[in-house]
């Protein structure tokens, strides 16, 4: 009787095995195979996947997005802001916190947006333990014909400290949805934050 219980036991733990070595090869196929880019000026890399398709502006300005005939339909975007030597900061907070509101300033012809702070903030690190922050803004949008306002939230920004990387005081790295985008693939840009990675300089 002890022989057959454990020839079921060992049958048992050899089909469980061939279960999760299934369900993990599974996984790993379906997966969507990824590129890297590399910033050669700010010394930096992230991946992004194979369906999507990037364009590099200037070393401080990368899109990321759905591939057009001619362009790039932006999903993310991946900024360098930089402080500018005739403004005063105070400290490297209020530079985050200034920059990323003049990046969600805009005005059109029949409104205007605007973010007057951080909404909510939290530590972000990448999986090559690159450290930063999540943050999130207050967005303030105006109607010029009623002069109404509304309130909600911008975000996510995913923020890298990059000043020692930069000839400036300071420096951050940035990538977040374009500001115009009501749906948000925020999956694709956490995915790029999370595999952000230092290059040697």
């Known amino acids: 009787m002890k022989k057959f219980d454990l020839k079921i036991i060992l049958i048992v733990l050899l089909l469980a095995i ?30 992004y996947p194979t369906d999507r398709t990037i ?32 403004q005063e900061y105070g400290d490297f907070q209020s530079f985050v916190t200034q920059s990323l509101s003049n990046l969600c300033a805009a005005d059109g012809p029949t409104g205007s947006i605007e973010c007057e702070g951080i909404d909510s903030r939290e530590d972000f690190s990448s999986d090559n333990l ?40 300071y420096a951050i790295l940035v ?10 693939n925020e999956n694709l840009i956490s995915t790029m934050a999370k595999s952000l990675q230092y290059t040697a300089e």
């Not at 299934?22 to 991946?47: A, W």
């Not at 057009?68 to 999903?75: A, L, N, R, T, W």
């Not at 990538?175 to 948000?184: C, M, Y």
């Open 175 to 184: 990538l977040h949805a374009p500001l115009t985008q009501t749906e948000i």
């Open 55 to 86: 364009e590099e502006y200037s070393a401080d300005m990368v899109v990321v997005g759905l591939p057009q005939e001619d362009s790039v339909q932006s999903e993310a975007e991946v900024r360098v802001l930089t402080s500018f030597s005739d």
């Open 18 to 47: 061939i279960v999760i070595f299934l369900t993990i090869n599974s996984n790993n196929s379906s997966e969507t195979p990824r590129l890297d880019y590399t910033n050669e000026v700010y010394n930096y890399t992230f991946t």
């Open 130 to 169: 690159v450290n930063g922050e999540k943050i999130y803004l207050t967005q303030i949008t105006r109607d010029f014909a009623s002069d109404e306002t509304s309130e909600d939230v911008q975000g996510p920004f995913y923020v890298f400290n990059i000043s020692q990387r930069s000839d400036s005081d």
